[in-house]
């Protein structure tokens, strides 16, 4: 089963003049995620805008994914603060279905062969429908023009689409066309937040219901997710790494280990990277 | 203008190797202060979160700018409130380090006059303090935080502190321990901060770590065991208190904590503020509990004992598990 990596760096704040640079942390687990996916589940890619691919070449990383880098863009329009993980849709536009999408801070420690057999879609867990986060569409400003398709529930559990697994094409571009589309329509907002899992994590499961089809989660308890031993996601953990190098330290480490243990020839790469080195 | 952190920027024509190590030997140099509120402050686990205010000109040279939240200090009761009482804030000290041009924090510390706190970011949450006074305090003489990057203790390692990115051996003691990796089958001491901790034989008044994981062996207590991500308490300890621990829990004699998260197998004895997660069986489970759900124990037909969840009406159900899991991330110990 192929999987795919995005990076798109305009949300990281940095002016396009300046180099995007991956923090040693976050390098550390992508490697780590890509050795893994590769051996258990299948050939992976990276979708990189022009300064993320610039990042992996110069530091020769381009083989670590064995369907290579693919160089990707997202329009002017899309707001990186506010849809900062919009770069995952435009590259989800541009894979070839069935696939699976996995965040840079996500690993996949084992074969999904099994569970996603016979699936349509396929999420790593779903999510409570709480108002704070998922507001009342209502609550949207939208430009002229816009309204939410009738036929959707806006009643269905959000889907977490830190792994994504869509089996065709058709209902892909599905998804992808209504949350773009959701994207473009929105009126200039501060709110970094409910836009953005609205596009991202309600649209899909709608979507999906509208064309009858079903969504398997791998957690449907949140606390499940603390007992299983499939994902690692650092999530906000990302928070303490930036401001306590004790941890930080501890984080790469442990991950290079397990590298050197269980993946070597990845290794030997991360050992030779400039921003882990020191770790090695 | 130039203005008083300007040394800290690349001079034109220095090279970035040249500025890692300019940087990374400078001593540590006051950056902020830490404001205390006793509402801040657990006197159960002696554990303070401060408010922190950075010079806002030293913070934006960072690659990633310090909050304001989720930093904390270990100190006692009476110290907690002497400080509190003070009516101003407490400078704090950074060490940097540059890595690749980058600029980072090394390590943080409080000053109360002579005393150094250990500060450190764990994201805790914190109330800001009423009424922010900003006023000349008294600075220590020096704060050296100079660290040793790849000190190591091995075998064995007894003494007032040891502090090392990496400490295994098979008898550790100390009154302060802190170290990103500490391994031993002996570990034994009233303070020991670690991110990755493990050991057959551990005894102590104070333990935190961000990954404890495999705590094993026949003989297991702590005062205070604190661990954003606590996986596998085995042994049969005959006292265990746990706060913040998510993970699974299998087999004691005795486990109490504020708050835990996860499944438990165990069959003895349980009891909490707050706990979540499936569980299967208990002989005896106790809960005065009012947060987030109720769990109260029933004894089942084969002898067994089942849970008994009640959601507490005044706040959604999971909205706590919620957050501590994106905060936390998951399945950091498979790593």
């Known amino acids: 089963m192929n999987g795919f990596y995005s990076l798109w760096t305009r949300p990281s704040g940095e002016g396009e003049d300046k180099d995007f640079a991956m923090q040693d942390y976050e390098l550390a687990c992508l490697l780590l995620s890509v050795a893994s996916y590769e051996r258990y589940n299948g050939r992976t890619r990276l979708y990189a805008d022009k300064r993320a691919g610039a990042f992996f070449m110069e530091r020769g990383l381009e083989e670590v994914f064995s369907r290579g880098i693919c160089e990707f863009t997202v329009p002017d329009d899309i707001d990186p603060k506010v849809f900062w993980a919009g770069g995952k849709l435009y590259a989800l536009s541009l894979e070839e279905m069935p696939s699976v999408m996995v965040d840079t801070d996500l690993i996949i420690w084992k074969s999904l062969g099994r569970q996603l057999k016979d699936k349509s879609v396929a999420v790593i867990h779903r999510e409570e429908l709480n108002p704070a986060i998922y507001p009342d569409p209502g609550s949207f400003r939208m430009k002229q023009g816009y309204a939410f398709p009738g036929s959707w529930d806006f009643n269905i559990r959000p889907a977490n689409t830190a792994m994504l697994y869509i089996k065709d094409n058709d209902f892909r571009d599905c998804y992808v066309e209504e949350a773009v589309r959701f994207m473009r329509s929105i009126e200039h907002t501060e709110d970094n937040l409910c836009p953005m899992v609205f596009a991202e994590q309600r649209i899909l499961p709608m979507c999906a219901a509208q064309r009858g089809l079903s969504i398997y989660s791998f957690c449907d308890r949140l606390e499940g997710l603390r007992e299983q031993d499939m994902f690692t996601h650092l999530w906000g953990h990302k928070n303490v790494f930036k401001f306590n190098m004790d941890e930080r330290r501890s984080f790469i480490r442990r991950c290079l280990l397990r590298l050197e243990r269980d993946f070597p020839q990845m290794y030997k790469k991360a050992a030779e990277v400039a921003e882990l080195k020191a770790y090695a | ?335």
């Open chain 2, 1 to 335: 203008m130039a203005g008083r952190f300007s040394w800290l920027d690349r001079s034109e024509g220095e090279s970035v190797a040249a500025y890692d190590k300019r940087i990374n030997e400078l001593e540590a140099f006051h950056s902020g202060y830490a404001f205390l509120s006793y509402e801040n402050y657990c006197p159960e686990f002696a554990a303070f979160a401060v408010y922190t205010v950075w010079n806002d000109e030293f913070n934006k040279k960072l690659t990633d700018p310090l909050p304001e939240g989720g930093f904390m200090i270990h100190c006692d009761e009476k110290r907690a409130i002497e400080m509190c009482t003070s009516g101003h804030g407490f400078p704090v000290f950074v060490k940097l380090l540059s890595r690749l041009g980058r600029l980072y924090v090394e390590s943080y510390v409080m000053a109360d006059k002579e005393v150094l706190f250990d500060l450190y970011f764990n994201g805790c949450e914190v109330k800001k303090p009423e009424g922010l006074v900003f006023m000349e305090t008294e600075l220590p003489k020096s704060v050296s935080l100079l660290r040793t990057e790849d000190d190591t203790l091995r075998s064995q390692s007894t003494g007032s502190c040891g502090r090392s990115s990496y400490i295994s051996g098979s008898f550790l003691r100390g009154s302060f321990l802190r170290g990103s990796y500490i391994k031993g089958s002996f570990i034994k001491g009233s303070y020991l901060r670690s991110s990755y901790l493990r050991g057959s034989y551990s005894k102590g008044s104070f333990l935190a770590g961000f990954y404890t994981s495999g705590l094993s062996g026949s003989y297991l207590t702590w005062f205070f065991g604190g661990s954003s991500y606590l996986k596998q308490l085995f042994g049969a300890g005959s006292y265990r208190n746990v706060i913040f621990s998510g993970g699974s829990f299998r087999a004691g004699s005795f486990i109490r904590g504020s708050y835990m998260s996860g499944s438990y197998t165990g069959r003895y004895f349980l009891t909490g503020s707050f706990y979540s997660g499936s569980y299967h069986s208990g002989s005896f489970i106790y809960g005065g509990f009012s947060d987030v759900m109720t769990v109260s124990y029933k004894p089942g037909k084969d002898g067994e004992a089942a849970w008994e969840h009640e959601p507490n009406r005044n706040r959604q159900e999971g909205a706590v598990v919620r957050r501590l899991i994106e905060e936390l991330g998951y399945g950091l110990d498979l790593i």
